[in-house]
């Protein structure tokens, strides 16, 4: 059994997976864990693979911060919290900056610090049992992990501030619902459908896949006439690769033969240049 409370673990298909492995204590967040998650994810970024499957052992993603660890410190509270929030936001950044899509898979509690966290997935795939709380405000604290930053793009700022002042909690229906996940299904398929996701990602166009991540960063803050200039030369420049034009042959080849081809032929390339 690993003593490790985060790992990496790197598999042949291209899925690069982090996973938090602390689920006596629901993956909450201490220095020695939010140091090892922040060593985790920069450890990722120098290989990513073809896409990073984030999710946790146990029945919770990460109940936040570990409120044990942090009382009784006096004078040193601030500097010890200080330390934790600090080491949790390089893991955050790391993940958000991937090239390659990120996919987290969120069970359980998902609160504080642990939604931020969860967040930095690009699709998130959540169980029915999951739960989300922010609950910062509750204990006298404010948000970290990016929660301020997202929550207002994902839902809009009179949403965010409902979910960050009053603490109330989001089941897996509402976050479908509001659009903080991408997909909700049954606790018992959660992993494999997580891992399949990521699978099917790091099987596809490696390159078409990260400049599409690069555009919806750009376009989130980008005016319109830039975007589509950028899209323009994006879609320009994949086109004259060998890559686009190998999966267009193939799709085109499988209409003229009265089927469509799966998702695995369209997307089959001789070499990758990502």
Request: net charge negative; proline share 4%; glycine share 10%.
């Amino acid at each position: 059994m690993s003593t490790q409370p985060v790992r990496v673990v790197r598999h042949s298909d291209g899925v690069v997976e982090l996973l938090l492995d602390d689920p006596g204590r629901g993956n909450a967040l201490d220095l020695p864990t939010a140091e090892a998650l922040r060593d985790a994810a920069t450890d990722i970024t120098a290989d990513p693979g073809g896409a990073v499957l984030l999710r946790a052992a146990g029945g919770n993603f990460c109940v936040g911060g570990d409120l044990r660890a942090f009382a009784g410190r006096g004078a040193d509270t601030a500097s010890y919290v200080h330390a934790v929030a600090s080491a949790a936001h390089e893991a955050v950044r790391a993940l958000h900056e991937l090239p390659v899509p990120v996919v987290a898979a969120v069970r359980g509690a998902a609160a504080g610090g642990g939604i931020g966290l969860a967040l930095a997935g690009d699709l998130v795939v959540a169980a029915r049992s999951a739960r989300f709380r922010l609950a910062y405000t509750a204990i006298g604290l404010t948000p970290d992990c990016g929660a301020s930053w997202i929550l207002q793009r994902l839902l809009g700022p009179r949403r965010a501030a409902d979910l960050i002042l009053t603490n109330r909690v989001l089941t897996g229906e509402d976050a479908e619902r509001w659009g903080l996940v991408s997909r909700l299904v049954e606790d018992d398929d959660l992993d494999d459908t997580a891992y399949r996701t990521a699978a099917e990602l790091a099987a596809g166009s490696g390159a078409a896949l990260r400049a599409a991540k690069e555009l919806l960063r750009a376009g989130a803050e980008a005016p319109l006439e830039k975007q589509l200039a950028e899209e323009a030369r994006s879609i320009a420049a994949l086109a004259g690769g060998t890559e686009a034009q190998a999966a267009m042959d193939s799709f085109l080849a499988a209409r003229s033969r009265g089927r469509a081809p799966s998702a695995r032929s369209a997307q089959e390339k001789p070499q990758s240049v990502s």
